[in-house]
Structures are given as structure tokens and as C-alpha cells.
Antibody, heavy 116, light 112 residues
Framework: EVQLVESGGDLVQPGGSLRLSCAASGFAFSSYYMGWVRQAPGKGLEWVANIKTDGSDKSYVDSVKGRFTISRDNSKNSLYLQMNSLRVEDTAVYYC?????????WGQGTLVTVSS | DVVMTQSPLSLPVTLGQPASISCRSSQSLVYSDGNTYLNWFQQRPGQSPRRLIYKVSNRDSGVPDRFSGSGSGTDFTLKISRVEAEDVGVYYCIQATHWPWTFGQGTKVEIK
């Protein structure tokens, strides 16, 4: 059974940083692109970033470019999202997703709240 | 970015009756490999999204056959042949042909 478990969400002040983690199990992690998707409270879904199987290629939505960094550790079956210079509009539930030309499986999400 | 436009945004349905959701893209979703990467997701209240349909019309494992997807190019449809109580939730289309992947606004399905 595929499991994706996110952690690291918290309340942070504008301009602050946070690192999200996603522990994956139940599939060959190193064989899949992985990504992060977010959902602001009461709003729709936004794809944030994805990363190639070996970490050599990364893509970001324009709104987070230069501030967020996606990474992975295939030896630990883990995905990460380093978020810097956080803004109020980054407040959302962040989902880790196994990707197959679009999200295939999702975690339960971790809440990031950016507020003073 | 490709804009995905869903309609309607709210869909009250009587149990046992059909439902249909439209999703239109601002440009063709046919990829260079010939595939069309248009997927549909269901998000039940308080849950993570779940993929129902991939590449326009392919049902995921475990998805009831009352769900079907169709369409081509820029115009796509998700149909529920007979709505059941467990189908309540928000349905999203997503295109994964052009980066960044983009979602529709979501269609909230509720029981009348």
C-alpha cells in the first residue's frame, strides 16, 4: 500500500523559513517523479514543484521560484520542501504527491500558516 | 500557464440521477507523445484528493464504473451515471501536459 506522510507544517511569521518532509513507502520511491501540491484554506489546488527521479531536474510554479527548493533523498525514501521568505499567501495545506504525469497518490497534508 | 475552467462550480444532484462536469483548457492538451494528460480527482470532505480518471478516459483501480471521462483537445467531461451519497465532494480536473500542471477551480457536488 502506498503511503505518503508529510510533516513539518507550523505557524511561522512572514519572511520566515520552514522545511517540510514527506516519508514514502509502499512503492519504488526512486522510480517516480515526486511533487508538492498546496491548497489554501477553502480554496482550490495549486501544483507547487516537482522533482525528477534522481533529483537532477526540478520545476517550480512561478509564485515560489527563488524562495522554495524541492529535494529528495532516495536512500531514505524521503521528499523535502525548503520554504524561505514565506508570505501570508503561502498559507495552505501542503500535500506530497507521487507523480505520474500529474499527481497519482497524495499524503494527508501538513498545514503551513504564515501570520504575524 | 494553461487555464482550466470547470463548470458548473456547484452541482446539486438527486440520488440516483446522472451528473456531468465540464472542464475546458485554454490550449490543446495533446502532448508531443500523442497522449492527452487530463486527469480527474475527487476530494471528499476532510480528505486528501483521490485520482479517478487519467488520460481523459481511463478509470483508476477501484473506481466505480459509474464514473466516466471523455473529451479531446480542449474540451473534457466527467460523468457520474447515477450519483450515490458517497460521491459528495469536490471534483477537480488537472492538466499535466504543459508545465506547470494546473487545476480547474473545482466543482462541488452535493445531494439535493
Amino acid at each position: 500500500e502506498v503511503q505518503l506522510v508529510e510533516s513539518g507544517g507550523d505557524l511561522v511569521q512572514p519572511g520566515g523559513s520552514l522545511r517540510l518532509s514527506c516519508a514514502a513507502s509502499g512503492f519504488a520511491f526512486s522510480s517516480y517523479y515526486m511533487g508538492w501540491v498546496r491548497q489554501a484554506p477553502g480554496k482550490g489546488l495549486e501544483w507547487v514543484a516537482n522533482i525528477k527521479t534522481d533529483g537532477s531536474d526540478k520545476s517550480y510554479v512561478d509564485s515560489v521560484k527563488g524562495r522554495f527548493t524541492i529535494s529528495r533523498d532516495n536512500s531514505k525514501n524521503s521528499l523535502y520542501l525548503q520554504m524561505n521568505s514565506l508570505r501570508v499567501e503561502d498559507t495552505a495545506v501542503y500535500y506530497c504527491a507521487r507523480e505520474s504525469r500529474g499527481p497519482l497518490d497524495w499524503g494527508q497534508g501538513t498545514l503551513v500558516t504564515v501570520s504575524s | 500557464d494553461v487555464v482550466m475552467t470547470q463548470s458548473p462550480l456547484s452541482l446539486p444532484v438527486t440520488l440516483g440521477q446522472p451528473a456531468s462536469i465540464s472542464c475546458r483548457s485554454s490550449q490543446s492538451l495533446v502532448y508531443s507523445d500523442g497522449n492527452t494528460y487530463l486527469n480527474w480527482f475527487q476530494q471528499r470532505p476532510g480528505q486528501s484528493p483521490r485520482r479517478l480518471i487519467y488520460k481523459v478516459s481511463n478509470r483508476d483501480s477501484g473506481v466505480p464504473d459509474r464514473f466516466s471521462g471523455s473529451g479531446s483537445g480542449t474540451d473534457f467531461t466527467l460523468k457520474i451515471s447515477r450519483v450515490e451519497a458517497e460521491d459528495v465532494g469536490v471534483y477537480y480536473c488537472i492538466q499535466a501536459t504543459h508545465w506547470p500542471w494546473t487545476f480547474g477551480q473545482g466543482t462541488k457536488v452535493e445531494i439535493k
